[in-house]
């Protein structure tokens, strides 16, 4: 990302009206790659009751082909990066569009369970790809001046793609009569769900033929005059180029990634700042908010739920997602990370505790009382809300300001691999868990929402309004 510590020239400096839509342009396109990440991460809800159905699998083995896609987003994170040094920006989102492609072909025609795997592996190095380099590119093409907004279109996008997987798989089970595996277009329903992927994912690959390379990328490789080009399309005419080309080649020459080596120290192998962003990315994820993308139509039919009512819920689950992500993108800035993680910490305990109530309770004729059925529903989309106006965006926003200049990159990276990890953890012993006892597995997940809070107040430090060069 281009420097900022020229503040008097670079904090001045904000793109004409006429260069703004064109720069808005940009930022939503490269965001597609977000839209994916959230289509292909929670697409699979429709398809899990077909899938254990149609292979006659086990909840173990079925969780097992259900998480298996983080495994390749974790590999795709780790390496977005350094494809995306050697080829360019928009050569990496090119090979996520086909790989996205490919994965949604392959999921919606399957030979058998193990190829499926396979397929949701790819589709995973995609997601992970296009995790690391949408919000990098557009940070390296926003003008400073809108730079902040202008990177919230990557988490608009993820939550969008959520929502309208959840709308189409909806739609398609309709079509196909509430059967997941009835009858559509030659294959069944769920094969449909996760083979029109392919419209998205050709959408970004186009998109990316429209967007220009990252000017950064540009000088890294000697290309100064297209660099300059870019930087005026996005920049505006006004802008002094050599003095811009200047400033970003200082801040790379600046810019020594400290190795893997520099985040150990102290008692405890990890220094305690790089556990503090370890213990912020497991806490996002063991609260289990993606087993409310993944397994929530299972989840529904489990207790009673009409199949075809259980997809609109997580339909309407994903809006909530999105409300949520709004109100946090408004109050991050205002109310500060440290209380708004906090607000969430509360309203998902509450939101949690009522679920694990609700799911305690005996099913009469398949199905929950009404009570513990609509206390069951308000409470799941009461815990949503509140993780998305706190941990799904502040947690994105601490790991970004929190570490020192030096050991940001190395120590985002340990972070974010933790979240992975920790995502698959949730995501494969779901299935087990809830056979084991439902309302036990969201004891767990509220214990873990209510040790957040000690947590937060003890070990997590405000950064609202904090330069870079403060942390440490």
């Given amino acids: 990302m281009a420097s900022t510590s020229q503040a008097s ?37 429709g398809a899990v ?112 793609g959520i929502a309208v997987s959840q709308l189409v798989n909806w739609g398609l089970l309709n079509a196909a009569g ?60 006004d802008v002094d180029l050599d003095a811009r080309i200047a400033e970003i080649e200082h801040a790379m020459h600046r810019e020594e990634k400290a190795s893997f080596k520099e985040l150990l120290g102290g008692s405890f192998f990890f220094k305690p700042i790089v556990w503090i962003g370890i213990g ?3 806490f996002q994820q063991f609260v289990g908010i993606n087993v409310a993308f993944y397994y929530s139509s299972t989840l529904w039919q489990s207790v009673g739920v009409d199949p075809t009512d259980s997809f609109f819920y997580s339909f309407t689950t994903s809006i909530i997602n999105i409300v949520g992500t709004v109100i946090a993108m408004i109050f991050v800035d205002r109310v500060g990370r440290k209380p708004l993680a906090l607000i969430g910490s509360v309203g998902m305990v509450i939101g949690l ?20 059925g609509w206390v069951a529903l308000i409470a799941a989309h009461l815990f949503v809300l509140f993780f998305a106006l706190s941990w799904g965006v502040v947690v994105w926003v601490f790991l970004g300001e929190m570490f020192p200049n030096r050991l940001r990159a190395a120590a985002l990276g ?26 036990g597995t969201y004891v767990i997940y509220t214990i873990f929402a209510a040790l957040s809070i000690p947590f937060v107040l003890k070990f997590v430090k405000e950064t609202k309004g904090k330069a870079l060069e403060e942390m440490g």
Avoid at 109 to 114: H, I, T
């Fill in 9 to 45: 020239t670079s904090g001045a400096r904000t793109a004409h009206p006429e260069h703004l839509g064109h720069v808005i342009f940009i930022a939503a396109a490269a965001a597609m790659g977000g839209f994916l990440f959230g289509y292909d991460s929670s697409v699979i809800n």
């Fill in 49 to 160: 009751e077909a899938v254990r159905d149609r292979y006659d699998v086990g909840s173990a083995m079925l969780a097992q082909v259900i998480a298996i896609a983080l495994i390749g987003c974790a590999i795709g994170a780790a390496t977005a990066g350094r494809i995306a040094d050697r080829i360019g920006r928009i050569r990496c989102m090119q090979i996520a569009a086909i790989l996205f492609t490919v994965s949604a072909v392959g999921s919606a025609l399957p030979f058998a369970l193990w190829d499926l795997a396979m397929w949701r592996v790819i589709g995973g190095f995609a997601i992970g790809m296009a995790s690391v380099i949408g919000p990098a590119y557009i940070a390296e093409v926003s003008p400073p001046a809108y730079r902040g907004r202008l990177g919230s279109f990557q988490q608009a996008a993820i939550v969008i």
């Fill in 178 to 237: 509430g059967d997941q595996r009835g009858e559509l277009m030659g294959l069944e329903a769920w094969q449909v769900m996760l083979g029109v992927m392919v419209v998205p994912a050709v959408l970004y690959g186009l998109l990316s033929f429209a967007i220009p390379e990252s000017p950064r990328f540009l000088i890294s490789v000697g290309k100064h005059e297209k660099a300059k080009q870019i930087l005026e399309e996005v920049e505006g005419k």
């Fill in 280 to 282: 912020l990315s497991v």
């Fill in 353 to 372: 505790a009522l679920e694990a109530w609700a799911f305690s309770f005996d099913l009469v004729d398949g199905k929950l009382p009404e009570t513990q």
């Fill in 414 to 439: 340990v972070a974010a691999a933790a979240q992975w990890i920790a995502n698959w953890a949730i995501t494969a012993s779901f299935p087990s868990l809830a056979e084991w006892n439902l309302s």
